[in-house]
C-alpha cells in the first residue's frame, strides 16, 4: 500500500515537472517568434521612411538622380522579398544604397540645414538601430531557447515533443550592421 | 525570465532579511521599553507602519517619485532623438512595452527610472543631461536605467527603502516621544514600581533606536551598490558598446550642478548619486553608488567583447578582488558579444545646440509661448506673460501676443487686407489667403519657419507645434475646437 502510494507521488511528480518543461519550451518558442515579429515591424518602418525621405530631398539634389533611384529600387525590391534568405539580401543591398545615398547628402550643405530632412534622419538613423536592436534581441532569443531543446534534462521533454531548434538571423558581414549607423550622421 | 530575476535577487535577499530583522527587533525592543511584556505589541505596530508604506510605495510610488522630481511627461515630437532612444533600448531589452518618458526641470546632469514592473515603467531625465550628452551617451544612460527595470531593481529597491524607511520613521517617533514625554513616563513608571529593569530596557530600546538607522542604512547602501553594477553591465550588454556609458559617466562626473530636487529615499534610482557632489554623503560605504571613476574604469577595461562575464572579469581587475559582483545566474546568460565599432566623429548638434533644443522642450511642456520675429529670434514668454504686445529685443519690431494670431478666417483676411505693420502679418499675407466663408470659418494660424511655434487658442489655452512636426490641423486640448495651421514659406 505504501509503496504504491510512494510510486504514485514519483508519477506525479515526474508529470509535474514534464508539464514544466513543456510550458516553459512554449514559453520560449513564442518569444522567439515575437523576437522576429520585431524585426520586421522596424524593416516595414525603414521601408516606410524611405518615401517620404527621397521626396525631401528630391528638390535639393537635382544631379544625383541615379543615387536617389538606387535606393527607391533597393526598397521597393526589399518590400517585395519573402523568405528568410531573400530579405536578408534585399535589406542588405538596401542598407548599402542608403549608405551611398548619406555619403553624397555630406554635399548639399542646404539639405542638412533642412529640418524636415533633419527629423526624417533621425528616425531613420534610429530605425537602422532598433533593426539592429530587435535582431540582436532575437539572437539572444534563440540562443536560450536552442540551449534549453539542447541541454539535459530539458532535452528529453523537446525531443519528446519535436521542438526544432531556431534559427540565428546572420548578416553576411558583420560589418553591414554598423554600416548604416556610421554612415548616416 | 523570471527564474533569473529570482536568482538574481537571491543575493541580496540575505541583506534584505538582515533589515527585515532589524526592524523587527526594534520594534520588539521599543514595545518592551515602553511596557514590560508589549514586545509582539511592538513588533505588530512597527510591521503596520511597514505594511501600509509598502502598499503606498506599491501603488503610488511612481507618482510620488515623479511628482517630488517635479518630472513632466512628454511626446515623441518634444524630443524625437530622446524618444528613439528610449524605444531602442526597449526593444532590445524585450521589454514590450516602451516606458514613458519624462523630463526634469534642472540643470544638472542625472536620470532616473521608475515605476514597479516593466508595463509601468517610467524613465526621466534632466535637461541639463539632454543638452550634455551625444546620442551615444545618451543611449549608455538610458540602457542603465532601463536596465533597473527590467532587473526590477526599482521595486527591489524601493521595498528595501520603505523597510529603512519604517526603521527610521519608529526610532524617530520613539526618541522623540521619549523626550516630551519623559516627565510623564517617569511618574507612570514609578507609580507601578518597575525599577530596574524596566530601566535597563529603556537603555537598551534608546541606542537601538539610534544605531538601527544607521545599520540598516549602511545595508541599504551595500545592496544599492550591487544594483548599480548590475545595471551597468547589463547596459553594457544591452547597447554592446560600453564605451557610450562610460564616457557619459565622464560627463556627468565632470558637472558641477546639483540637482535640487533629489531626496534620500529616490537616491538609488538614479544613474549617478544626486547627493555625491553636495558633500551630504561620504564616498565608500555610504554611497549608494559606486565611485564614478571606478564604474568607468571597469566599463573601459571590457575587452572587444561585451558580456556579463567580462564585465565581471573587469570588475575583478580593477577592483583585484576575486569574487565578482554579477550574480552566478546572469553571469550563465549570453555568450560575448562583439563591442561595436565607435562611430566615427559625427556632426552632431553641438552642445550649445542641444542645451537649446532641451530648454524648449521644458518650455513647452511648461506652457510657454512661442513667438518667432520675422528677424529669425524667437522670442520664449512665460505662461504669465499678460501684455497684448511684445517688443523683439534684436529688430525692436512690435509683434501682437499671440493670442491674436488665433482669429477667424475673416478677420485673418482684414489683418492681411488691412494695416501690415507687423511683421507676422506681412508674412501670413504670403501664405494661401483662405476662402473660407467668414462665418463657419474655423479659426487659423500662420506658422513662421521651421521652429517652435506656438499661440493660445480663443480659449486661453496654449498649444505648440515641435520643429518638424508637420501639421495643417490641431485640435485645442482644452475646447476641442480645430485650427488650422497655415506655414509661411521662407522662400
New interface residues.
Partial sequence: MISLMVLLAVVVVLVLWVIGIYNGLVQLRN?VKN?WA?IDV?LKRRHDLIPNLMETVKGYMVHERQTLENVTKARNLAAQASGVAQQAQAEGNLSRALGQFFVVVEAYPDL?AN??F??LQ??L??TE??IG??R??YN??V??FNNKIQMFPSNVVAGAFSFQASEFFETEE?AER?AP??SF? | MWEQIRLNQRRSVVLVIAIAFILVVLGFVIGEAVQPGAGLIGVAVAALVWGIMSLVAYYQGDGILLAVSGAKEIEKKDHPQLFNVVEEMTIASGMGKMPRVYIMNDMALNAFATGRDPQRASVAVTAGLLGKLKRDELQGVIAHEMSHVVNRDVLFMTMVGILLGSIVMISEIFLRGLRFGAAGSRRYRSGRGGGQGQAIMLLIAIAFAILAPIIAQLIYFAISRRREYLADANGAVLTRYPEGLASALEVIGADEHILERANKATAPMYIVNPFAKAGRFAVGLASTHPPLDERIRILRAIGGTVSFQQYDAAWRTVRGSSRGVIPPSALMQGEAQAVLAPQPEEEEPDERKRMRQAGDVLRKVNQFLFLPCACGLTMKLPPDFKQDKVSCPRCHRELEAPVAQVAAAAQVGAFMAGQGQAPLRAAAAKAPAPEAPPQSAPLQITRQGPGWASFKCTCGQPLHLAPGEETTDITCSNCGQHISVVESLPH
Avoid: G
Wanted: charged share 30%.
Fill in positions: 518569444q523576437a520585431q522596424q542638412k529640418q524636415n533633419l527629423a533621425e528616425e538613423t534610429s538601430n532598433k536592436f530587435a540582436q534581441f539572444d532569443q540562443m536560450r558583420a554598423e549607423k556610421v550622421t
